[in-house]
């Protein structure tokens, strides 16, 4: 039996959190082997096998895998037991135009989709409420991850200082080589450039360094934030990465969910 390689994170006991390899599944060429992205060109039939194997091993039928369709806004979609009754194609439709999902709903993994781009994923035990974020540059300078947390906080109650962060395998300061522009919309929107930014040739961005100072000034504890510190770039091989792959190609699943 083929089963998806993935790379754990230790949060609490009764949580899963992870982040898929490019490991242990059924895609073939620049989507090999593990994708479940259908939004990517990879062929829908092995998108489908990977969706079970993954199900299979988080012990979940593969419609209780949540993952939006990202269109690199600041939106989060909340899954309540009302989703539980929607069709096949009404969830595609409601998951339409999310880059964030948070539920407290037991055995419903949700989880975010990237390949260069950070995933983050928060736990908040107190209210057992989890989320996943998708934060690619466009949605680190709208602040996805503070506009989440106060999304929890609405709904659920969260009180930032006692979540738990994952920041997930994304592009590395070294790897992520932006224009001008890309520099100027982080510095119009205040943030703080000689922590963030380097300039070789051209200007560099650290994006996970970004959304931690993020998680910080929202309220999180230093100590409570788990840097997975892994380039998808410089590590192709064990990651999808869009910029050495090229588009088309895989995505990673980083994802969540509360099995007691």
Request: proline share 3%.
């Amino acid at each position: 039996m083929i089963r998806p390689e993935l790379n754990e994170y230790s949060i609490a006991k009764g949580v899963r959190a992870f982040s898929s390899t490019r490991r242990g599944g059924f895609s073939k060429g620049p989507f090999r082997a593990f994708n479940i992205n259908a939004f990517c060109g990879d062929d829908p039939a092995s998108i489908a096998e990977n969706r079970k194997a993954l199900a299979a091993e988080l012990g979940i039928s593969a419609d209780h895998i949540v993952m939006p369709h990202q269109i690199h806004g600041t939106e989060c979609l909340q899954i309540d037991e009302t989703w539980l009754a929607y069709t096949a194609a009404e969830r595609c439709q409601k998951a339409e135009g999310y880059d964030a999902v948070m539920t407290r709903l037991r055995g419903i993994c949700i989880g975010v989709s990237t390949a260069d781009c950070i995933p983050l994923l928060l736990y908040d035990a107190e209210h057992d409420a989890i989320a996943a974020v998708h934060a690619g540059w466009r949605g680190t300078v709208k602040r996805i991850a503070e506009h989440t947390i106060r999304r929890m906080q609405q709904a659920y109650g969260t009180q930032p200082s006692g979540l738990q962060a994952v920041i997930g395998p994304g592009i590395s300061l070294e790897a992520f080589e932006v224009g001008d522009e890309v520099y100027e919309a982080f510095r119009a929107e205040g943030f703080d450039m000689k922590a963030i930014a380097c300039r070789f040739s051209k200007w560099h961005i650290d994006l996970p360094t970004c959304n931690r100072l993020q998680l910080l000034a929202a309220g999180l504890q230093t100590d409570r934030i788990q840097m997975a510190d892994c380039c998808t770039f410089s590590h192709a091989d064990e990651y999808f990465s869009a910029r050495k792959l090229g588009l088309k190609s895989g995505r990673i699943f980083t994802g969540i969910m509360q099995t007691e």
